[in-house]
């Protein structure tokens, strides 16, 4: 028995080794700014998959600062580092905050995923929303980029990352844009949710 055990524990990371890449594209609302990089969703968000049943090596490749065309900029590298079975893109708040123009951003976010297409990996979306500050048409037509592209391209969508949270001043840090460590949990479950029947297409 003693044996067997030593087996099944020297099994264990050959076997995560072995699991198919997720692989978090985002800025710094999954980077993790200001907290501990272990306390940001997209580290939570394998456990929460494991508890589905669902194994995933969770690799965070996100840039505090990051905008669309950046990240378009670094994708081709990740994609052939990491190799991932899964995207999850989540770009396009410092394009917004900026005030840059919607229509590249959306161009910039679909040409990421179209680029993740095509090398096999499915892809989930992750909106953002902005402050009714930038005007009405601006904020609209911000918001319309990711659903649109979800339909376009049949990518998982979760339509807006501080759902849980925005109403909930207490979950951010002092600059009231980045989420605490406290707030970290519920945004995992929540993409864990809404990436479901992404997983489950063959």
């Known amino acids: 028995m003693g044996l067997l055990a030593l087996l099944m524990v020297a099994a264990v990371p050959a076997a995560r080794a072995a699991d198919p890449v997720l692989l978090v594209f985002g800025d710094s609302l999954s980077a993790g700014y200001g907290i501990e990089a272990k306390a940001a969703w997209p ?13 995933y090596r969770v690799v965070n490749a996100s ?28 770009l396009g708040a410092n394009d917004g905050l900026r005030g840059l123009p919607v229509n590249a951003a959306r161009d910039n976010l679909a ?47 979760t339509p807006f ?12 840090q002092n600059d009231q844009l980045h989420p605490t460590a406290e707030a970290q949990p519920l945004l995992a479950k929540m993409i864990a949710a809404d990436l479901k029947p992404l997983l489950a297409r063959p």
């Not at 580290?43 to 194994?55: I, S, V």
């Open 161 to 172: 990352l501080l759902a849980p949270v925005i109403e909930r001043p207490t979950m951010f």
């Open 111 to 157: 040409a990421m995923i179209a680029a993740a297409q095509r090398a096999g990996a499915k892809v989930h979306l992750v909106g953002m929303q902005m402050p009714p500050n930038y005007g009405p048409d601006y904020t609209a037509a911000f918001a319309q980029i990711y659903p649109a592209l979800a339909r376009q391209y049949r990518t998982g969508l």
């Open 43 to 55: 580290n939570l968000l394998g456990t929460e998959l494991a508890r589905q049943g669902k194994h």
């Open 63 to 90: 840039v505090s600062g990051e905008t669309t065309a950046g990240g378009r900029t670094r994708f081709p590298t990740a994609l052939k580092q990491h190799s991932p079975s899964i995207v999850i893109l989540e």
